[in-house]
């Protein structure tokens, strides 16, 4: 039975260091995500601890006990952030 030939396989040429493949989507998130997220988490908890000393007539006096739902709901935010973090 007569052998088939060979097939000639290309020789990949190295890419410089850091260059992207083509048609590769950018992994990650923009600078400001990480701070941002922080931010929001750390508000959130220097509102709802801030509430809790002044017993709820701070930082905004008119909310009262809705304080506590503007902390937690920038908390929240903060952690609705990290689902999209990479």
């Known amino acids: 039975m007569p052998e ?4 000639k396989k290309a020789h990949a040429t ?3 260091q ?3 493949p083509q048609g590769a989507k950018e ?9 941002v ?3 929001l988490m750390i508000a959130g908890l220097i509102w709802v601890v801030v509430t809790y000393i002044a017993q709820s ?5 008119g ?3 809705w304080n ?11 952690f609705g952030i990290t689902m999209r973090w990479q």
């Open 4 to 7: 088939s030939r060979r097939r």
């Open 14 to 16: 190295p890419r410089p």
């Open 18 to 20: 850091g260059a992207k």
């Open 27 to 35: 992994v990650g998130n923009p600078s400001w995500w990480v701070p």
């Open 37 to 39: 997220m922080l931010g």
């Open 57 to 61: 007539a701070y930082p905004i006096p």
């Open 63 to 65: 909310l009262g006990s």
């Open 68 to 78: 506590l739902a503007v902390g937690f709901a920038m908390i929240l935010a903060g």
